[in-house]
């Protein structure tokens, strides 16, 4: 029977298979020797496997998923500060109007860094805001 690699646009290889009928003649679908599991996630050259780089983990994530990792308190303590620090009442804007949130992106980093310099912030200490900003 048949083997054959189905390859993303990127050539990396996202599955392997083996058909009783003819291959599709498609530039996603390769022909093999034999069925090989251990090519799924490398990369064809045009003549050989490449172990693919590492894929990087997705930073963006939705502004609602990024409040809920603060805590009920943490959530307080932020609106408490907004009273009276208008840039963290224009972070909590942003959350409520945007969509989603790049942890990578230089906003981000920049309401890291200030929110870092304001610690803590009721419950929300220098610690916690590192790891709530983790991706």
Known sequence: ???YAILDINNRCQAVGVTSGELVDSPSVLPLT???LSLIGKIWNGSTWDDAAPVAPDTKISCSDFVQRLTFPEQ???HAAAETDNNIATMLEFLQIAI???LASPRAGQAETYLTSQAPIGVLTAARIAEI???
């Open 1 to 3: 029977m048949p083997a």
């Open 100 to 102: 989603s949130f790049d």
């Open 76 to 78: 307080q303590a932020l």
């Open 34 to 36: 034999a069925e090989d």
């Open 133 to 135: 900003f983790t991706p």
